[in-house]
Protein backbone atom coordinates (compact mmCIF):
# COMPACT_ATOMS: atom_id res chain seq x y z
CA UNK A 1 0.00 0.00 0.00
CA UNK A 2 1.44 3.31 -1.14
CA UNK A 3 -0.18 6.19 0.07
CA UNK A 4 0.08 9.96 -0.90
CA UNK A 5 -1.26 13.15 1.14
CA UNK A 6 -1.45 16.38 -0.29
CA UNK A 7 -3.86 19.44 0.77
CA UNK A 8 -1.13 21.33 2.66
CA UNK A 9 -0.27 24.60 2.83
CA UNK A 10 -0.27 28.01 4.44
CA UNK A 11 -3.66 30.01 5.68
CA UNK A 12 -4.62 32.42 8.07
CA UNK A 13 -6.17 32.10 11.88
CA UNK A 14 -9.58 30.77 11.13
CA UNK A 15 -9.23 29.60 7.58
CA UNK A 16 -9.78 26.02 6.12
CA UNK A 17 -7.95 23.59 4.55
CA UNK A 18 -8.88 19.97 3.08
CA UNK A 19 -6.12 17.18 3.17
CA UNK A 20 -6.31 14.42 1.44
CA UNK A 21 -4.65 10.89 1.51
CA UNK A 22 -4.77 8.81 -1.51
CA UNK A 23 -4.23 4.85 -1.60
CA UNK A 24 -2.97 2.32 -4.25
CA UNK A 25 -3.82 -0.81 -4.12
CA UNK A 26 -7.21 -2.41 -3.60
CA UNK A 27 -7.24 -3.44 -0.49
CA UNK A 28 -8.51 -0.04 0.49
CA UNK A 29 -12.07 -0.77 1.76
CA UNK A 30 -10.07 -2.63 4.44
CA UNK A 31 -7.77 -0.40 6.00
CA UNK A 32 -8.17 2.27 9.10
CA UNK A 33 -6.86 5.26 7.95
CA UNK A 34 -5.18 7.58 10.80
CA UNK A 35 -3.94 11.01 10.25
CA UNK A 36 -1.12 11.67 12.11
CA UNK A 37 0.89 15.36 12.52
CA UNK A 38 3.73 16.47 14.34
CA UNK A 39 4.62 20.05 14.95
CA UNK A 40 8.45 20.66 15.36
CA UNK A 41 10.25 19.42 18.79
CA UNK A 42 6.77 17.12 19.42
CA UNK A 43 5.88 14.37 19.48
CA UNK A 44 3.72 12.65 16.74
CA UNK A 45 0.12 12.46 17.74
CA UNK A 46 -3.31 11.24 16.40
CA UNK A 47 -5.41 13.64 15.17
CA UNK A 48 -8.12 12.05 13.46
CA UNK A 49 -9.15 8.23 12.28
CA UNK A 50 -11.86 6.51 10.67
CA UNK A 51 -12.45 2.67 10.35
CA UNK A 52 -12.66 0.47 7.23
CA UNK A 53 -16.58 0.53 8.65
CA UNK A 54 -16.54 4.87 8.80
CA UNK A 55 -16.35 5.19 12.71
CA UNK A 56 -14.80 8.06 13.63
CA UNK A 57 -12.60 9.07 16.20
CA UNK A 58 -11.19 12.58 16.95
CA UNK A 59 -8.39 13.88 19.19
CA UNK A 60 -10.15 16.33 21.64
CA UNK A 61 -8.34 19.30 20.47
CA UNK A 62 -9.66 19.23 16.99
CA UNK A 63 -13.52 18.41 17.53
CA UNK A 64 -16.25 20.24 16.23
CA UNK A 65 -13.28 21.51 13.93
CA UNK A 66 -11.96 18.61 12.06
CA UNK A 67 -13.95 15.99 10.43
CA UNK A 68 -12.13 13.18 8.78
CA UNK A 69 -14.24 10.96 6.18
CA UNK A 70 -13.11 8.34 3.32
CA UNK A 71 -14.33 7.72 -0.18
CA UNK A 72 -13.92 4.41 -1.00
CA UNK A 73 -14.76 4.64 -4.61
CA UNK A 74 -11.88 7.12 -5.17
CA UNK A 75 -9.56 5.13 -2.33
CA UNK A 76 -9.04 8.64 -0.62
CA UNK A 77 -9.41 9.79 2.81
CA UNK A 78 -10.39 13.43 3.85
CA UNK A 79 -9.40 15.57 6.42
CA UNK A 80 -11.38 18.74 6.68
CA UNK A 81 -10.06 21.19 8.98
CA UNK A 82 -12.06 24.42 9.79
CA UNK A 83 -11.44 27.16 12.52
CA UNK A 84 -7.39 26.90 12.04
CA UNK A 85 -5.33 28.02 14.31
CA UNK A 86 -1.79 28.35 15.17
CA UNK A 87 -1.63 25.44 17.32
CA UNK A 88 -2.40 23.11 14.28
CA UNK A 89 0.59 23.88 12.45
CA UNK A 90 2.70 20.72 11.96
CA UNK A 91 3.28 18.36 9.42
CA UNK A 92 0.74 16.28 8.83
CA UNK A 93 1.14 12.35 8.00
CA UNK A 94 -1.62 9.56 6.85
CA UNK A 95 -1.68 6.08 7.69
CA UNK A 96 -3.41 2.76 7.03
CA UNK A 97 -3.29 -0.22 9.21
CA UNK A 98 -4.56 -3.48 7.89
CA UNK A 99 -4.99 -6.00 10.48
CA UNK A 100 -6.64 -8.89 8.03
CA UNK A 101 -3.44 -10.97 9.03
CA UNK A 102 -0.72 -10.00 10.78
CA UNK A 103 -0.56 -6.69 11.34
CA UNK A 104 0.93 -3.81 9.49
CA UNK A 105 0.88 -0.23 9.35
CA UNK A 106 1.62 2.04 6.24
CA UNK A 107 2.88 5.88 6.18
CA UNK A 108 2.37 8.40 3.89
CA UNK A 109 5.04 11.42 3.14
CA UNK A 110 3.97 14.65 5.25
CA UNK A 111 2.36 17.27 4.20
CA UNK A 112 3.16 20.90 5.73
CA UNK A 113 0.09 22.54 7.41
CA UNK A 114 1.33 26.20 8.56
CA UNK A 115 -1.69 28.45 10.30
CA UNK A 116 0.09 32.16 10.43
CA UNK A 117 -1.11 35.35 10.43
Known amino acids: VQLQASGGGAVEPGGSLRLSCAAS????????IGWYRQAPEKQRELVAS???????NYQDSVKGRFTISRDNSKNTVYLQMNRLNSEDTAVYYC????????????WGQGTQVTVSS
Open 50 to 56: ITKGGST
Open 25 to 32: GSIFRLLD
Open 95 to 106: SADLSTGPFRRY
